[in-house]
């Protein structure tokens, strides 16, 4: 998965609880981005961020927000958790060209 | 209408022919291309990128573009048990930043 953690790879949390999912890479890459994949609807991008302490949102960005603090890490953050966010999310990162993304094994979320 | 459109299949195709999948874009200023496979439960695998007109081979896969009719392909040939998957067009749209298609969901019957 080309030098890319994602942690957890699964969780069950309740309604209306914090949960923070976390992207760790090896590759020095400058952009890192988070996606929803739902039945249905594909794979949709959240957040994206191309550099430290620069981020900005995607398609469905409501309900979630995000932090990188340093080159490796890029965190996703549901301050409170709804059922609709139930999904499996995906980090992916890439370099500027030739704009290929590689992608983390994912993190499957339950909200209950 | 959709900014990348794919047949959801599911496409079944017997093994050793040709499989054929289809996907076309709405963003005349797209310039780069990709081909994604995904098994089930796994993550997204990139297995072709292509950027320009024409073909691009890689062993048993060939993309295709044609930016005037705004339609990308990927031919696998030879298809294998293996190559049973769902199959995601993404292309790029700007700001460093891509869009899926929902993905072809393929299956190669032995």
């Known amino acids: 998965d080309a030098g890319i953690t994602q942690s957890p790879r699964h969780k069950v949390t309740e309604t209306g609880t914090p949960v923070t999912l976390r992207c760790h890479q090896t590759e020095n890459h400058r952009y890192m981005y988070w996606y929803r994949q739902d039945p249905g609807h594909g794979l949709r991008l959240i957040h994206y961020s191309y550099g430290v302490k620069d981020t900005d949102k995607g398609e469905v960005s409501d309900g979630y927000s995000v932090s990188r603090s340093k080159t490796e890490d890029f965190l996703l953050t549901l301050e409170s958790a709804t059922s609709s966010q139930t999904s499996v999310y995906f980090c992916a990162i890439s370099e500027q060209r030739p704009y290929e993304q590689y992608f983390g094994p994912g993190t499957r979320l339950t909200v209950t | 209408q959709k900014e990348v459109e794919q047949n959801s299949g599911p496409l079944s195709v017997p093994e050793g022919a040709i499989a054929s999948l289809n996907c076309t874009y709405s963003d005349r200023g797209s310039q780069s291309f990709f081909w994604y496979r995904q098994y089930s439960g796994k993550s997204p695998e990139l297995i072709m990128s292509?950027?320009?007109?024409g073909d691009k081979e890689d062993g048993r896969f060939t993309a295709q573009l044609n930016k005037a009719s705004q339609y990308v392909s990927l031919l696998i040939r030879d298809s294998q048990p293996s190559d049973s998957a769902t199959y995601l067009c993404?292309?790029?749209?700007?700001?460093?930043?891509?869009?899926f298609g929902q993905g072809t969901r393929l299956t190669i019957n032995p």
């Open positions: 993404a292309v790029n749209k700007g700001a460093q930043k891509l869009v």
């Open positions: 292509i950027y320009s007109n």
